[in-house]
Nanobody, 119 residues
């Protein structure tokens, strides 16, 4: 069974940076893509960024373009989210997710890591 473990969250000041990491516990599954989502208090979960495993195409929400960078380590089945120029509105629980080959959508989710940005 695949499990995703996130790390790297924390409390920072506006303008600071954080790097989130997400690693899959099992190596024996095929990844179509991995992504990051976030959910702020009282709001619905929203897409942040994703990366295709083959080819490395990346996608970003408009709200984070130019500030966040997603990357992957194929050998480690890991995905990272470098977050720069953080804003208070980036405060949320960040979730890592993977879409395995054959799945129609993201089908494995991590437990989430809290990111808090104060002004």
């Amino acid at each position: 069974q695949v499990q995703l473990v996130e790390s790297g969250g924390g409390s920072v000041q506006a303008g600071d940076s954080l790097r989130l990491s997400c690693t899959a516990s099992a190596r024996t599954f095929s990844v179509y893509g991995m992504g990051w989502f976030r959910q702020a208090p009282g709001k619905e979960r929203e897409f942040v960024s994703s990366i295709r495993w083959s080819g490395g195409n990346t996608y970003y929400a408009d709200s984070v373009k130019g500030r966040f960078t997603i990357s992957r380590d194929i050998a480690k089945k890991a995905v990272y989210l470098q977050m720069n120029s953080l804003k208070p509105e980036d405060t949320a629980v960040y979730y890592c997710a993977t879409q395995t080959v054959g799945a129609s959508n993201y089908n494995v989710w991590g437990q989430g890591t809290q990111v808090t940005v104060s002004s």
